[in-house]
């Protein structure tokens, strides 16, 4: 059974940072995409970073050269670090995988999610 | 980047109904690469559709996808008590992926 655990998530201050983790199991994380995707409180989904299988990554433009995805295939775990932090980076962040390791994706697993709360 | 709205904002209706939820691009979506997830109060999104058309695994017959280009739609046939919720429409044929801004299915 594939499941993905998100931990990490707080309050932090303007300007601070965070590492978000998604444990996942019944797959190995470097076999498909994974990505990040984040809904601000009432708001909607918003997709924010994707890492693929030859470890490429892509980020939404707002979050570019500031938040990093990364993965630890000895750990199957994939990472989120955020830095410079934004008020407006407040969301619960889910961690989600793509059924495949190429082409065009969609999402058949998400995590429960964790919320990252950017406030003075 | 392509813009999805979906329609209506709101949907009130009550069990055993039919519900039909749209979603329209801002330019054409390739392929039909195009997903629906229901998303319920405090839980992770659930993918129902993907390819416009085809169910993910486990999800009732009751849930279609059908649509291409621009104009898609998910219809659920006859409302059940666990179907009131968030739907969300995706596409992932061109980058960023981008999502639409959900159609609340509420009881009536």
């Known amino acids: 059974e594939v499941q993905l655990v998100e931990s990490g998530g707080g309050l932090v201050q303007p300007g601070g940072s965070l590492r978000l983790s998604c444990a996942a199991s019944?797959?190995?994380?470097?076999?498909?995409?994974m990505s990040w995707v984040r809904q601000a409180p009432g708001k909607g989904l918003e997709w924010v970073s994707v890492?693929?299988?030859?470890?490429?990554?892509y980020y939404t433009d707002s979050v570019k050269g500031r938040f990093t995805i990364s993965r630890d295939n000895s750990k199957n775990t994939l990472y989120l670090q955020m830095n410079s932090l934004r008020a407006e980076d407040t969301a619960v962040y889910y961690c989600?995988?793509?059924?495949?390791?190429?082409?065009?994706?969609?999402?058949?697993?998400w995590g429960q999610g964790t919320l990252v709360t950017v406030s003075s | 980047e392509i813009v999805l709205t979906q329609s209506p904002g709101t949907l009130s209706l009550s069990p055993g109904e039919r519900a039909s939820l749209s979603c329209r691009a801002s330019q054409s979506v390739s392929s039909s690469y195009l997903a629906w997830y229901q998303q319920k109060p405090g839980q992770a999104p659930r993918l129902l559709i993907y390819g416009a058309s085809s169910r993910a695994t486990g999800i009732p017959d009751r849930f279609s996808g059908s649509g291409s280009g621009t104009d898609f739609t998910l219809t659920i046939s006859r409302l059940e008590p666990e179907d009131f919720a968030v739907y969300y429409c995706q596409q992932y044929g061109s980058s960023p992926l981008t999502f639409g801004g959900g159609t609340k299915v509420e009881i009536k």
């Open positions: 890492i693929n299988s030859d470890s490429t990554t």
């Open positions: 019944g797959f190995t994380v470097s076999t498909n995409y």
């Open positions: 989600a995988r793509a059924p495949y390791s190429y082409g065009p994706y969609y999402f058949d697993h």
